[in-house]
Every structure is written in C-alpha cells, then in structure tokens.
C-alpha cells in the first residue's frame, strides 16, 4: 500500500517486481493528512480483488508535498 500522492520510485519498484500498487488517498484539505477510514476501505477493495497486501509505506510529508 502506498499514499498518493507518492514519489514514483514506489510505483516503479512494485511494478519491477511484478507486484500490484494498492493506493491510499490521503487528505489534501486537511494538510495531506491519513483519514482512518480511507486506508481501511483502500485495504477492503483490494483484499476484495484478491490482492495479498504484504507491506505499507507510511510517509508525510510525502512527494510532491514535501
């Protein structure tokens, strides 16, 4: 699981390594912050399609924010 908005280093790597992206929004309005229940339903959907989530990137501030 990675935020968006993400440096592309992140999508690169998970794509090179025939991995699938699962993006977290995170809150602009409210200085890029993480909303709770936009990482639980980003999980949720993903888990729904079949994707076996095996890590997370938490960072803040995050590219192109930073």
Same mark, same amino acid.
């Given at each position: 699981?990675?935020?968006?908005?993400?440096?592309?280093?992140?999508?690169?790597?998970? +794509?090179s390594?025939?991995?699938?992206?699962?993006?977290?929004?995170?809150?602009?309005?409210?200085?890029?912050?993480?909303?709770?229940?936009?990482?639980?339903?980003?999980?949720?959907?993903?888990?729904?399609?079949?994707?076996?989530?095996?890590?997370? +990137?938490?960072?803040?501030?995050?590219?192109? +924010?930073?």
């Amino acid at each position: 699981m990675i935020p968006v908005p993400q440096y592309p280093i992140y999508s690169a790597l998970i +794509t090179s390594y025939g991995g699938k992206m699962v993006n977290y929004y995170l809150n602009e309005q409210k200085g890029w912050a993480l909303e709770p229940s936009e990482l639980e339903a980003s999980f949720k959907n993903a888990k729904d399609r079949g994707v076996n989530i095996k890590a997370i +990137t938490v960072i803040n501030p995050g590219n192109p +924010t930073g």
